[in-house]
């Protein structure tokens, strides 16, 4: 942001004043928004860092950059007992989130009025902060990063995101073209806001600006115009820059937040039969490379949207694909907690009761690119977990119980065959984080 000015700044203020983000009803709730609640459970980023599962409880959250607190109410809900604490530079936005988590029952949360540069003045040290929709607004995004770092506490975890500047491509023309004609010189409202709406609206469906950028059902949402036409401050980046920003703050980059939908492979048409080269090179790309690689085929991401930490000293824990047969002989299983609700089980039941598949991938859709049912009998051997977290053992006597005859040889099925085939199961579970493992310590 080469021309990023204390004028500028004010604008972007003024802007969040008039129009805090998100425009969400103050009685409106994420609570049944399963993917949101899964990004926004910290259990999912400690589990993708640490392959272990951590409770919510006692820890202290930051949301920097609040807006109008709905991501902050998506934070309380997702993490109870969890201590939440918000900021934001718009007075405004912090009034409203304030009045958000108060009205869904949260009247412990913390909101301030400041800018993220001045998080040490807090006293307070964090285990997770949560940084949306911000980073891109900073001069540097290794300003922000080292803002949050100096607050965060060894084992902590930052989620932030900037703009893809492949997959906002157009929309940056279109904030050019609308700083041509002036648009954006001052706060924009109502006025400028008509003014975008007439243009697009007068141009051919093919010129290549409104095919690209304009959607016919968002005309009469003013915030999709402030965010994307006239969104001041607004700036795309690259995967390669996303990194070098995270060196800059020297941070460690954890994972992307929506890892299933940056898979390299999943571009081609047979995963499995790439061509030569490619098929060479893929192991040996880093994941700064990977990722570059893919934004570059295809740039469908409005966000790169990641999760980052300090550098781990400590020898990190194998992955489960790295598990010996004694880890598996002493691994726990347990649930995401964004599936243990009374309303998965009741559809978990139903599904048993009827011998149905269950579509465990309806609630959670964002790890996954195609739906992941059980059948019905696989279900009910998981069925234990919505109760407590389970043994591989345990899981392997009722396995034996509800399978205990192959359909195909007719043969009983011994204890080894049930442990591989439950081993099978939660290890595929797994890859989608619907279940959760852990080795006995």
Not at 96 to 107: C, E, I, M, N, S
Not at 202 to 221: C, F, H, M, P, Y
Request: glycine share 4%.
């Amino acid at each position: 942001m080469d021309n990023y000015t204390p004028e500028l700044r004010e604008k972007i203020r003024q802007q969040f004043d008039t129009g805090p983000y998100p425009r969400q009803p103050v009685e409106a709730s994420p609570q049944n928004d399963y993917d949101s609640l899964f990004i926004h459970n910290i259990v999912t980023a400690f589990y993708l860092r640490d392959k272990k599962v951590i409770t919510p409880e006692n820890k202290v959250i930051l949301d920097a950059g609040c807006g109008s607190g709905y991501k902050a109410l998506a934070l309380a809900i997702a993490n109870p007992g969890a201590r939440i604490i918000g900021i934001d530079l718009s007075q405004e936005s912090v009034k409203l989130a304030k009045q958000r988590l108060d009205y869904h029952g949260f009247k412990d949360a913390e909101f301030y009025v400041m800018p993220i540069e001045d998080l040490p003045s807090l006293g307070l040290k964090f285990d997770y902060i949560n940084n949306d929709e911000v980073l891109y607004l900073f001069p540097d995004p290794a300003m922000g990063l080292k803002a949050m770092k100096a607050v965060l506490k060894p084992e902590g975890i930052i989620r932030s995101n900037l703009h893809s500047f492949l997959g906002r491509y157009y929309y940056y023309r279109a904030q050019d073209i609308f700083k041509m004609m002036g648009l954006m010189d001052d706060n924009p409202g109502e006025l400028e806001i008509s003014i975008v709406r007439d243009t697009m609206k007068a141009l051919k469906d093919g010129v290549d600006i409104k095919r690209s950028t304009w959607q016919e059902q968002e005309q009469d949402n003013p915030e999709y115009y402030m965010m994307n036409y006239l969104f001041q401050g607004d700036k795309g980046y690259t995967i390669p820059q996303m990194f070098a920003a995270l060196r800059a703050a020297e941070l460690e980059f954890v994972s992307m937040v929506n890892w299933r939908g940056w898979q390299l492979q999943d571009l081609f048409i047979d995963s499995d039969d790439l061509p030569p080269f490619m098929a060479m090179s893929l192991p040996e790309l880093s994941p700064e490379e990977e990722l570059h690689l893919f934004e570059l085929l295809h740039p469908c991401h409005r966000l790169l949207d990641f999760w980052c930490a300090d550098p781990k000293t400590e020898e990190s824990t194998p992955s489960v694909s790295e598990w010996t047969e004694a880890d598996w002989q002493n691994a726990w299983v347990e649930l995401h907690p964004q599936l243990q609700t009374p309303q998965v089980r009741e559809d978990l039941l139903e599904s048993i009761a009827n011998r149905l598949p269950f579509q465990i991938s309806q609630y959670i859709t964002l790890t996954s690119l195609r739906p992941i049912g059980l059948e019905s009998s696989l279900a009910a051997c998981l069925l234990p977990l919505w109760e407590k977290r389970q043994s591989i053992k345990s899981l392997t006597e009722r396995w034996i119980q509800i399978r205990p005859v192959d359909p195909v040889t007719l043969q009983p099925v011994t204890e080894i065959i049930a442990f591989e085939q439950v081993k099978s199961l939660v290890r595929d579970m797994e890859a989608f984080l619907y279940l959760l493992l852990e080795r006995s310590a």
